[in-house]
């Protein structure tokens, strides 16, 4: 059951000011371990398509990957 529509208005304000004092209550799931080994996979498949070289994960957590000739991919989605 959720909130009737004709309350948002109503509460958006109080929601506000409650996330500010509390902060998130429910914290973002930690996906990185997944996703880099996912990168992992997926880099090892895949060469530049610009200049043909080894693509590198370009940070941990990273859904893009570069080549050595700074070529920028986005592998994941």
Do not use: Y
């Not at 109503?10 to 209550?25: E, R, T």
């Not at 930690?30 to 996703?35: D, L, T």
């Not at 610009?50 to 070529?71: E, F, I, M, P, V």
């Amino acid at each position: 059951m959720g909130i009737p529509q004709a309350l948002t208005p109503l509460l958006d304000p109080f929601i506000a000011v409650s996330l500010k004092l509390w902060g998130d209550k429910f914290p973002r799931k930690n996906n990185v371990s997944a996703i880099n080994e996912h990168m992992a996979r997926r880099v090892k498949g895949i060469s530049c398509g610009k200049c043909g070289g080894d693509l590198k994960q370009t940070r941990a957590g990273s859904k893009r990957a570069t080549c050595a000739n700074g070529h920028k991919w986005q592998l994941l989605k």
